[in-house]
């Protein structure tokens, strides 16, 4: 079986851990010979090269200067023609790189390739020369017909090289080998367009340092207080006209830039893309959950439309869409415009519903399990997770907070044992009162909480 393997070097020199997981998974499969593929400066060459060693038959670099600046539609057209020349049975992606956080490029290329897409993979299960079967963390297990391309999800460790394992030289390929459309590649075939970035500051807050004493009083007081949550939209003063939504959850952010919304039901990708294509809307806003996400991905490849992923907010002139989102793993906003209309973009939805307190277990306190749930118990509070916790199966996927899992904004968040990754921290910070209870006090949570107890989780014991 032919499998290319879509790979990026991060900003570390490193693999991206989700191309990891991607090649690993590939690895597995008996039979597999591997082709590594990626699109970068020539001086990820000897990257390529060496990641060879570990079983990969070839390695090919996408490397041209009309590449630079791709976004994920140049990037996945120009990844699509090197996949046409390679003709695979299997493409594997990772679900999304650390400096992009989209998770849209893997989508785009399957739309583009025409072949069917699972996302969210944590293990493929069965392939036959005709099907895959993959178990998902969002679907279960799914099963489609090959040539078929796979987002992976879980971080698999990538094995090491055995001694003597030998490379093969990576090839390059450039702009004129793949027959490419130079007005479709780089900067030029990019819709989208970064207009400013800045520190990501958002959900700052003073810590006040108490004891484990004043935990209930203070966790009464604070849900007693109305919950001061999610910051309220007012009606847009600028109203961009024919804003439409998918579904109903991107009306938590529609009003903030427009008077003039339309909901559009789900429906499959190719309907929404003929409704956009016939209605030209100015703007199309999505949701966060992994079918818009999909479906707003495979939208904007088939109508070649920018899109922007994960914003935070929206800002107008009136006359155009300004979307806002975390970057580089949420540790920048930026701030994007995109050239086509409709401008189009997956807004980050905050699940309301539950009980006004959560209760987020991290890694901290993986031995004090009992102990975190009988203080949910206590106080009628629902559970939340760190991916940490997640990875390690100690808590359900559906439990994961911050940016691979939900936003959630509850009158109280109370975190035991959570360092305060800016991962987490993005799918938190609209919370009403932030409480943390860590041993370490430079621990980042801290720098996002209103109380800060110092304490370990087993401390917890004599107060539930
Ligand atoms: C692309 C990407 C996406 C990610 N998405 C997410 C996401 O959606 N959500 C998410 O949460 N993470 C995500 N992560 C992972 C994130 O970067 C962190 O690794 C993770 O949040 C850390 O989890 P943690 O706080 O439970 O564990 P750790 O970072 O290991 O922190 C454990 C904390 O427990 C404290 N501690 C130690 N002993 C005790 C004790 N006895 N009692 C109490 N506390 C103790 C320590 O001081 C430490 O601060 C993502 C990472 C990547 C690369």
Redesign the pocket.
Known sequence: MRIVVCIRQGQDGEIN?FDAAAYEAALRLEGAEITLLSMGPLSAKDFLTSLTRLGAKQAILLSDRRFAGADTLATAYTLSLAIQKLTPDLVVCGR?T?IGDTAQTGIMLATRMCFPVITNVMGIHTVTTEKITCHTRTEGDVTVSLPALLTLERIYALRLPRLRSKTIECQVWNADDLGADPARCGLAGSPTRVLSTRENQSGRRRCKWISLDQLDGILKESLSKEAQVTEKDTPAALSLPRVWTVGDAPLEFAPSVSNDVTVLPFASAEELAERIRAGAPSAVLWGSDPLSKRLAAQVAAQLDLGLCADCNSLETDGQELFMIRPAL?GSVIAKIRSIPRPAMATVRTTQTEGSPLVIAA????KEQMPLIRALAEKYGADLAA????VDHDLLPYDL??????KSISPAVYLT????G?V??LV?MQRSGTVIA????RT?PIFDYADYGILA???DLAPYV
């Open positions: 851990p999304q650390l793993s991290g890694f901290g306190a760190t991916r940490k916790m994961q907070v911050g940016l691979t899992g035991v044992g959570v360092s990754a991962h987490h799918g209870v860590n041993p370490d621990a370990k989780a087993e």
